[in-house]
């Protein structure tokens, strides 16, 4: 299993030089990748301009989006010359993750209609791998498929619509259901999509370490998940903030199946990255790690959201499997 770490690009009060010292160091220490979180009505930089930033300053590591929030980006065809753009100036290094949110302010922000955000991002998905193909003639030219898509969600739809359109899937902070169970789901989805090949499995896990952790976890979670009552309250008791509990979720996940797990920082300290790396084993592999999965999953998400367009109940797709390795 593959250790990346989050940008503390959403903890209030983080600069810029932050966010890059953060994501060199996050490359000196051997993590495997760096991602954004994205809002619209809150404090934090935008995640796609961040990657890009970042990427000027790392040569190695994966950039992540996990997640970008996609219905609020149009129908997706501009998303998808800037992902394109990203992905080929960083020599392959994005993944694109995408889910809908459910943060209603965001949507009203931007004036896209809330409600109606599923099946935005369903048909936006779809366009983007159009363009991605040169169908639009939008954006530079790939020599595959473009990033992988990583698509993040618990709801039934939210699984479904991984199976459909995505290379993999993420599972985010605050659910009451255990990763494993969420993976069970996920992975029937996947083979009632018709799918053969393996999805990526990730998830996302907020953490703060060292003298007053506790505390930072409660302020990180009170500024970015205040009012939201119950959830919120799961997102904070799912933090880690001793080594043992570190040593505990990695094991978790690892047995689980998790292919890449996130660890995301409630305080900006580079101290916070010193003291993770200190105790888990980043599994560092290569910039092309990314674009291997591109080729046949993508390959594979297409035809099962044609498979689902037709109404068949099965779809021709190439085997495929995440090569990772183990952290402990």
């Given at each position: ?108 922000a931007t004036g896209a209609p809330f409600a109606e955000r599923g099946r935005d991002l369903d048909e936006m998905l779809a366009r983007m791998r159009g363009v991605w193909r040169g169908a639009a003639r ?159 999953t993508a390959t594979s998400a297409t035809t099962a959201a044609a498979t689902a367009t037709t109404a068949a109940t099965s779809a021709t797709s190439a085997n495929s499997a995440v090569s990772v390795g183990r952290s402990r």
């Amino acid at each position: 299993m593959e250790i990346s770490v989050g940008l503390p690009a959403m903890v209030p009060g983080t600069g810029p030089d932050q966010v890059v010292g953060w994501a060199r160091a996050a490359e000196e220490y051997g993590f495997a990748g760096v991602a954004a979180l994205d809002r619209v009505v809150f404090g934090n930089y935008e995640p796609m301009v961040t990657l890009a930033m970042v990427a000027g300053a790392t040569t190695r590591v994966r950039l992540a989006t996990t997640v970008l929030l996609g219905p609020l980006r149009g129908n997706g065809t501009l998303l998808a010359k800037q992902a394109a753009t990203l992905h080929l100036l960083t020599g392959g290094r994005l993944m694109l993750g995408v889910a809908v949110g459910g943060r209603e302010d965001d949507y009203t922000a931007t004036g896209a209609p809330f409600a109606e955000r599923g099946r935005d991002l369903d048909e936006m998905l779809a366009r983007m791998r159009g363009v991605w193909r040169g169908a639009a003639r939008v954006g530079p030219e790939l020599s595959g498929d473009g990033p992988p898509i990583i698509v993040g969600g618990h709801s039934p739809a939210a699984l479904r619509r991984a199976a459909l359109h995505a290379d993999g899937w993420i599972a985010g902070a605050g659910s009451a259901e255990p990763y494993e169970a969420r993976v069970r789901r996920l992975t029937a989805a996947w083979r009632a999509a018709g799918r053969t090949d393996r999805p990526r499995l990730m998830a996302l896990v907020y953490y703060a370490l060292g003298p007053g952790a506790d505390d930072q976890v409660s302020a990180y979670v009170d500024a970015c998940y205040g009012g939201l009552g119950p959830y919120a309250g799961r997102v904070a008791s799912g933090a880690v903030t001793t080594a043992a509990q570190v040593a505990a979720v990695v094991d978790r996940h690892a047995e689980a199946g998790c292919d890449e797990l996130v660890f995301f920082p409630c305080a900006a300290g580079a101290d916070q990255l010193e003291r993770l790396a200190g105790l888990v084993e980043p599994t560092a592999r290569t910039a092309t790690t990314a674009t291997t999965v591109t080729a046949t999953t993508a390959t594979s998400a297409t035809t099962a959201a044609a498979t689902a367009t037709t109404a068949a109940t099965s779809a021709t797709s190439a085997n495929s499997a995440v090569s990772v390795g183990r952290s402990r």
